[in-house]
């Protein structure tokens, strides 16, 4: 079976296809990061448990305040790409989704109980003292667990020719196990997780420090051990990734094609920057090159996607109805609600409270 | 058909959709009311100056928080990856179409856990007026959300004018999404009030929980009364044909009508025993039992709502199965099989048929049914079938009602889904098909002497093939009742039909004498025709002996409504029960002549090919208390009768009670449409595109069945769609003529057919069962032999009941038609399955040879030959000269 004729034919957009690629590469950009700060966060809160040493972990204590913040917004800012994805890929996304969709579901549930237990983790952890690691453990697993399932999704969604599988199995337990790539990749997301979130807890540290709370020194330089540790194996990680690539694709990012081989090395080089600023512990200047950093590798990853599916579509195939006047709608509403929110954030900071 | 389909089983039929649906829905209503209630209960608590209040508002904002931002978000994103792997079609349309509605929503949706997330952070730590202002934002952002997402729930079952211009405000603003929103606004007000009494039914001080309590159900109250009016506006916005698809045509929609508004009730009674001044543990049972009504109502509406767009989900754009509607056609022509892009087997082939049948399941059945789940499982509602009843079921799906959708594909590949459900899922095996073996019978001829005979006897039954439905005990379609007919000629050369001074009796054969021990008919023949009969006597007070009757307007002697069965006391099933007529001097009782004739009586009725349930007499015939049962079960669905629980109490009914019908002289009830278009036309929708067949599965005609009723001469040749057209045909011949005296329930069941034998239907002559038959003069002009296959009788309707075959007479109007050239089905020489000779007994006593009476043989009657036609014009040719009808 030819795994072309397994691919829908696409729904006519309303706007030509760049407005939804830029849209999908900003929201998703904003997700990677809060997504990263989440998972991350509850990584290092669960490793911080374990070692046990400290009775009341400070680090933890804030990781616990943030913790369903991220979560809430991990999801929402999910929604906005997750939104955009569909309109430019839903003929593939859908299909890899139903093949697995027993577990693609099961992330519903999954989100529920661990933004629950992050909730309890938050809500109770002077109360509940030791026994609170059970519930950072719990959200933290789920967390990996559903970061798999979404890798398996993001690359069973760009390899229909290993769809016909769904013949053998319609019930939708599927996974993409056998793409060699999936492992690093996913291993890819958890070490940049780990990363990003070190660096967090490290601004919100320096944040508190500008503050005068000195004792926030600690977990500065935790959040950047935590930050350079991770980007150092994160280079091996990433070196695998690349290898593990098909190598047509792999060769893509290797002089085959000039926009995808600068994208690589303006993200290595922006990688070692990191390395280099987190080592010496300046905490701006490293979260302004990881953004260099992120940015490009997105757009890698974006690269990557077309490669994949380049004998099955290309984003010309889109036909466009060019009804412009939601899209202004959305900007118009996008403005004022971004306003609205400032406003509430400035109400908030006032009131000597975050949100 | 674009991709692929979840294989579910116990967890289809749109359970998981409803689980989650239903609870998220109950939830972010409650988001949306409850961000009002929140801001004007602390402002309230800031007028009051009470601390209690104050902090139980804090309190309500936690539980608020955890609630609709944890599980009300997430299960809202559920939903979302729900419809996406329920009907990724569908949802792809809905993205396509709404991508900037939805990325306004998501704008919403941000603000709203902002909005949130400081409202409770900072609750007692900012300004009262600016933190009232947070509130009143969070509000407003959920109502907005509402209002976008309303908009495009609403578009599903009433997409207006996208249909046609495909436009995202068109479609946005559509007939029902501003009721709709009323209605959802109110709602979630309404909600409020029902959450508000939960958390304040823990509340330990008396006053203030009792306050809180009154104070709900204000709440409650109110926004009921709003909500039931915008109830009732939404529905009124609703197109007509989703408004009876709601109330009237689905069943289970009606169901969840009641729910709805039983939940409805309840929940108003609720809510004032709320505000009397109950104990605390009893204001906390009250509380969760709210809570539960108000999921009830919820899931209530939400089921009607969604039913309401049957059989689609975008209404009248993309079927529930995902198959948009303009595809059909190409997926009738070409086939499902090949249209599809997630099936394996292209082709159908005895091996492929079965996995294909699944595959095919799968696109067209599974996104709505469970198998062995609790919702829509499609076991129970099969279990009855076999193979064509499936196939027939799927044939007539989506037409009369229309709450599901058509099966769409070739007919073989319908085949090979009823195959798949048949055998797949319920393991059945194929029935024994093939010729039943006949049983063989065998009759005497009495003796005739052509020189010393004085007297020729004739006798027919009128109509060649009666059928009974021995289903007594839960309703009668025809009952046991025979008419025997008979006219008895002197010989001479000037020869006369005798009208008086003889006496004429029947008797039935040995055997046949006690039908009482067979079937139920007197049993319950006070509830089905309102009197009392002696065991053995029939309707018209004839038993299976007695005396015939002259009756003028035959020119003729009849006995009526003979209630003989095919049931002789030795066992088996015999349609054929021979009787013996005597005719004899009625003043020396000197027997004169004597002959005898077949009463054909078949409960060969094959209901239950698609009613379920077996034959009940030797595996050939009669009706099983699950047949009866399923088909009144299935006239109580579609119709709202109350059939099977009446007939269980007792009170079995008679079709005809209601539907009008010529031969039982039956008036019935005025507008319902008479018995034969009612039943013709309801199955003719599911027994399309069919010959013969569709008329055997039901008649006892088969060639391959015990009875094989048509036997006559016209066997030969021609089949029962040369005079009656193909069931389609047929049925619309009787549809035709209800609609034009104004039945409105003829349109319903005529929007589907199509006529086959003419090429339209204005081509169809309407007629009147029983009185406008075939007339043999359609084909025998000029009473002439039709040439050899030409032969058409179809649209060619006896004037009216006079001119039936079985009431008319020869040129000289003292013969009947059917004296000499048999009964109908059964006309001179016929064939019987049974025993060859058996209807042709009275030609073969006669004449010696199975022929019309008379044919070359005038001597039989006039003693002598005749050289002009007496009958009818072709009569003399008869008598030696030509090639005439005989």
Redesign the interface.
Known sequence: ?DPA??????????VPYGW?QG?LLLTFVLHLLMMNTMLGSSIIALVTELGGRDGKPRLNKVISLKLP?TI??T??FG??P???L??LY??FI??S???M?VY??S???L??VA??CA?LYDFKFDELAGSRTIFIAITTILLLLIGFIFSNNMTFMQRPEA?TR??SN???TLLNLSDKTLYPRYLHFVTASVAVAGLFQAILAQRRLGKGDVGAQRNLDKGMRWFSGATLVQMLIGLWFLMSLPPDKRQLFLGGSGYATALLIIGVCAALAVLVLGLKGLVWPSAAALMAAIVPMTLMRDALRQAYLAPYFSFSDLKV?G?Y???I??LI??VI??T??GY??K??A????E? | M???????TVAGGGL?IAL?AVVHVYVSHFAVGGGLFLVLLEKKAYRLRSQGLLSYVQQHAKFFL?LT???G???G??I???I??LN??A???L??T???????E??????E???L??YY??FG???PA?HL??GW?YFLFAWLSLVLINGIIAFMLTPGGWLQN????TGFFNPSMLPAMVFRTAIGLMYTGIFGFLTSSFIREDELRHRMARYCARWLLLSFAVAAAGAWWYFSSLPPEIQTMMVKRSPELVRYMKVFAGASGAMLVAAVLMALRSPQPVQKAIAFGVLALGLVYMGGFEFLREGGRKPYIIYNHTYANAIVKSDRARIDREGILKTA??V?YRNLTPLTELAAGREIF?VECLSCHSIGGPLNDILPRTAKFQTFGMDSMLNGLGKINDYMPPFMGTVAERRALAGFIVAGLHGKQKEAAGPVPARRLQHEVPPFDPATSEYVLLSWNDLGMHCISDSDRYWVLLPPANDLVAQLVRRGPKPQVVTRGVRLTYRVESGFENPAAHVDFWKYAPSVFGKRLEPNVGLSGNGLAGEMHFDEKLNAYEASLIPVVPYPDQGGYNPYPLFTVEARDEKTGRLLAKTRVVAPTATEMGCRNCHGGQWRVDGKAGFTAETAKDILAVHDKNSGTRLLEMAEAGQPQLCQSCHPDPILGAKGKAGILNFPAAIHGWHANFLTDRGTEACFKCHPSSPDGPTQCLRGVHAKNLDCTTCHGTLEDHALTLLKAEQKAGKLSAGRLMRHLRPRRVATLAEIKPRTPWHNEPDCLGCHGDFKRPVAGKADGFNKWTAGAADLYRMRRDKTKSLMCEACHGSPHAVYPAVNKLDRDRDNIQPIQYQGAARTIGRNNCRLCHTKDMEKPGHHPMAVQAAGKGAGVG
Request: proline share 4%; glycine share 8%.
């Open positions: 079976m004729n397994l691919v829908p034919q696409p729904d006519a957009i309303s939804f849209l913040y809430a917004f999801v929402n929604v906005a997750l939104l955009f569909q309109v839903g003929h859908y299909c989704s139903v093949l969709a693609w579901l992330v519903v549930a989100l529920i933004y629950y909730y769809w769904y013949f319609p019930r939708g109805t009804h006047s939601p899209l709608a959305f509403v996008f609600g971004v609205v929110i509430m954030l109400l908030a006032a009131a000597g409270k949100a | 674009n991709y692929p389909v979840w294989e579910l998981i989650i955890l931002m944890v599980f978000g997430l299960t994103v559920g979302w990856f729900t996406a792997l990724p079609g949802t792809s349309t993205i396509h709404f991508v900037f509605g939805w990325a306004m998501w704008v919403c949706f941000t603000g856990i902002v909005a997330f400081i952070y900072t730590k900012m300004q600016q202002r947070i934002l495909g436009g995202f405000w892009r997630w394996r799968r």
